[in-house]
């Protein structure tokens, strides 16, 4: 069974408990990260903790730890966990307290982290892309919070799988905003070589690591990019569009609502970056500086 931590403690996942009255259960009152652990070491923590300071912020829940106590029990996780490749989910609610819209005056809040494997993304799923379909973004204005309360994401990812794609591409106000669980690049033909172009941040999507990589990664090999709005017409004339995410990494979209994006496969800028991508985090492990 794996280790999970609770609150101080590191134990088996079977025995962890939460009060019935913690807010996190009755409101989905907290705040997460999914963190990548490649070959024992996070990568992009200071990132990440960064991301998760912002969050708790904004939504007024106590810092529980300093960074390095955040890293010392991210990394005790993971070994206990048996190090390697792993995705570790940190979850940081309002703690228990009677039932009341109203904040809580001294909140005791819940730490709960886990880690489970982490797998890279199947040959055929690379060779092949995945297929997406656009809905109507029905999440809240402050998507940049990295808020536990799931549902309308949940309910869009299950609503592309039900129609046999595997994510969402959410358009607000007939602008692509990013994945159910991803952020959004797309490639336009619109110079040799085309420009990579992915939504600027702000208040309606998360900002990603993965996404913010991916433009270093552009940056440093002379990729064309630039963040804009893209908008729900553009995607139709996209010649590639990836979604990224810490635990998918980069996938190519190779059909979006039926209809083949580019070619139909996966694109010349998306096995580049992947390649790219691929190297970097290689290069990282063997000199042990994620
Ligand atoms: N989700 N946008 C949304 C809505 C997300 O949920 C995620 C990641 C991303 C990508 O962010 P990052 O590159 O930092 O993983 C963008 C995680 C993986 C999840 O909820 O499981």
Redesign the pocket.
Known sequence: MPIVHLNGQNLPAGDACVPVLDRGFIFGDGV???I?VFGGHPF?LS??LR?LENSLGEVRIPNPHARAEWAALIQRLVDENGGGDQ?V?LQVTRGPAARDHALPENPTPTVFAMSNPLHPAAAEILAQGIKAISLDDI?WTR?HI?AIS?LP?ILLRQTALDAGAAEAI?IRDGYAT??????LFAVFDEKPGGILVTPPKGPH?????????ILELAGAHGIAHRESDIRREDLARASEIW??????EVLPVTTLDDKPVGNGKPGPLFLRIHELYQAYKTGLHDSGDN
């Open positions: 997460y990260e999914v990548p992009r990132e990440h991301r995705s989910y999440r998507c990295k799931l994401n959410l990013e994945g159910a669980a991803s952020n999507l998360l900002p990603g690591i993965t996404r913010d990589v979604v990224t995410s810490s635990t998918k």
